[in-house]
T-cell receptor, first 108, second 115 residues
Framework: AQRVTQPEKLLSVFKGAPVELKCNYS??????LFWYVQYSRQRLQLLLR??SRESIKGFTADLNKGETSFHLKKPFAQEEDSAMYYC??????????FGKGTLLTVNP | SAVISQKPSRDICQRGTSLTIQCQVD?????MFWYRQQPGQSLTLIAT?????????ESGFVIDKFPISRPNLTFSTLTVSNMSPEDSSIYLC????????????FGPGTRLTVT
């Protein structure tokens, strides 16, 4: 079965500190993994996908197939990074399975 | 990205009634999906809205409770039937554009409260 686990419901860091949002997945095939973000009062939007290997807003995520992980990282958190972050796994017929989400708060 | 709108943005309904939610996209899309996000929970896929044919429902969701229409490539509706307080959720549609098969773009959501 397809499953996405985000172990931290809440994560609080100070501005300028590094941040890592954890995501682990379970999938029998070759995974397509994504991070979605929802800022306060905004719609859910795609932050990045593993296949593009790009950095968006300073965030990066590396797919580790051995550890079945796709953790989201940023070396220096900013207050505007405060948001809800969802890890998602693409499956058959292009459907997405979402993790429960991590609420990141970056304190001044 | 695609411009996606949903109507209504929110509603308060009495139990036993039905509500139809509309999702409109500004361009033709390959796929449309409907999700539910219950309070404090993650997104759960309800169904894939298929153009010109019956929707494909996920486990735990049935057509009698959540009938879906998709008459063309830019529009879909989701009806929440015979509502109960447990149906209080945010309902979201998402779309996949041609050539970007896994990248889903989400509508703003419809916040439904059932009293």
């Amino acid at each position: 079965a397809q499953r996405v686990t985000q172990p931290e419901k809440l994560l609080s860091v100070f501005k300028g500190a590094p941040v890592e949002l954890k995501c682990n997945y379970s999938y029998s095939g070759s995974p397509e993994l994504f991070w979605y973000v929802q800022y306060s009062r905004q719609r859910l939007q795609l932050l990045l996908r593993h296949i593009s290997r790009e950095s968006i807003k300073g965030f990066t995520a590396d797919l580790n197939k051995g550890e079945t992980s796709f953790h989201l990282k940023k070396p220096f958190a900013q207050e505007e990074d405060s948001a809800m972050y969802y890890c998602a796994l693409g499956g058959s017929n292009y459907k997405l399975t979402f993790g429960k989400g991590t609420l990141l708060t970056v304190n001044p | 990205s695609a411009v996606i709108s949903q109507k209504p943005s929110r509603d308060i309904c009495q139990r036993g009634t039905s509500l139809t939610i509309q999702c409109q996209v500004d361009s033709q899309v390959t796929m449309m999906f409907w999700y539910r996000q219950q309070p404090g929970q993650s997104l759960t896929l309800i169904a894939t809205a298929n153009q010109g044919s019956e929707a494909t429902y996920e486990s735990g969701f049935v057509i009698d409770k959540f009938p879906i229409s998709r008459p063309n490539l830019t529009f879909s509706t989701l009806t929440v039937s015979n509502m109960s307080p447990e149906d209080s959720s945010i309902y979201l549609c998402s779309v996949v554009r041609p050539g970007n098969l896994y990248e889903q773009y989400f509508g703003p959501g419809t916040r439904l409260t059932v009293t």
